[in-house]
């Protein structure tokens, strides 16, 4: 038998990628009206303002607010962010020395501080007087919360300078040395100055975490004048039995950290179109 002429298969209607990717952005936008509806009917508006947005209650922390626990906030933060700066740089120097025990010494440091949980190095700061008999971290509070941050936010900062140093072209070292610079003179005028305009971005998110990182200063059991916008919030709330003091602390919180974090995206952009 002759064999018989084969049909030629349907062709298979196949959606473009732009045309998933619109369908599937349209079902998102349903989902989130649907959920957005869904909250407007459902919430207890009432109930939720009471326990939220009383504007007595909020009207109650101020001035002390800004005065004492957004004060307290910004010292610690900028104390920690400080100490870090410097003694990051030290460390990523180290970590990328040609000595093998600076090396070590560094990589030690940043390993144990990045690998142990912050709330861990502030609880061992509170302790640190009673192991060591006489002994007194300078500045009282101040000193013990910016010891912590700093010491938390060294080991971070080091693995963004050892990232900015090495982003630096060897060529500018080896034209610094062609001049007659020592090694020492071409790291810290040539190099140096380089990565610090390299990480200025992530230095900035950095700085964001130490700010909120900043909250577990009250596992030091400051009070008072001492307190910051965390403890301050908790303290009102209890006080009130209400939870509009959190509420307005986090918003504190963000007053702070939004711009930060739109001038780090803004830095981020700069320097992306400037390569």
Not at 180 to 201: D, K, L, Y
Not at 222 to 228: A, H
Not at 234 to 263: C, E, M, W
Request: glycine share 10%; net charge positive; proline share 5%.
């Amino acid at each position: 038998m002759a064999d018989q002429p084969k049909t030629a298969e349907p062709v298979k209607h196949r959606l473009s990628p732009r045309k998933r990717q619109r369908i599937s952005r349209g079902v998102q936008y349903v989902l989130l009206a649907l959920a957005a509806v869904a909250l407007v009917l459902y919430a207890n508006w009432g109930e939720l303002g009471e326990n939220f947005a009383r504007q007595d209650i909020a009207a109650e922390m101020l001035p002390d607010l800004f005065t004492v626990a957004l004060k307290n906030t910004i010292i610690y933060s900028v104390g920690g962010f400080a100490f870090s700066f410097v003694f990051g740089l030290i460390v990523a120097l180290m970590r990328l020395s040609t000595v093998g025990p600076y090396r070590w010494l560094a990589t030690l440091y940043i390993e144990i501080f990045r690998g142990v949980p912050a709330l861990l190095v502030f609880l061992m700061i509170l302790f640190l007087p009673l192991a060591l008999d006489g002994f007194a971290i300078p500045f009282g509070t101040y000193g013990q919360a910016i010891l912590g941050l700093g010491l938390v936010g060294t080991a971070y900062q080091a693995e963004i300078f050892r990232a900015g140093l090495q982003a630096v072209p060897k060529g500018q070292t080896e034209a610094a040395r062609s001049l007659g610079m020592s090694a020492g003179r071409a790291q810290f005028t040539v190099v140096i100055p380089q990565a610090i305009r390299i990480v200025i971005p992530p230095t900035t998110n950095q700085f964001v975490a130490l700010l909120k990182d900043s909250s577990l200063v009250l596992f030091l059991g400051v009070s008072g004048e001492y307190v910051e916008l965390t403890k301050f919030g908790n303290d009102t709330a209890s006080t009130f039995s209400n939870a509009t003091p959190l509420l307005v602390a986090g918003l504190t919180y963000l007053i702070v950290t939004v711009p930060l974090g739109y001038l780090a995206g803004r830095l981020e952009k700069r320097k992306g179109t400037s390569r």
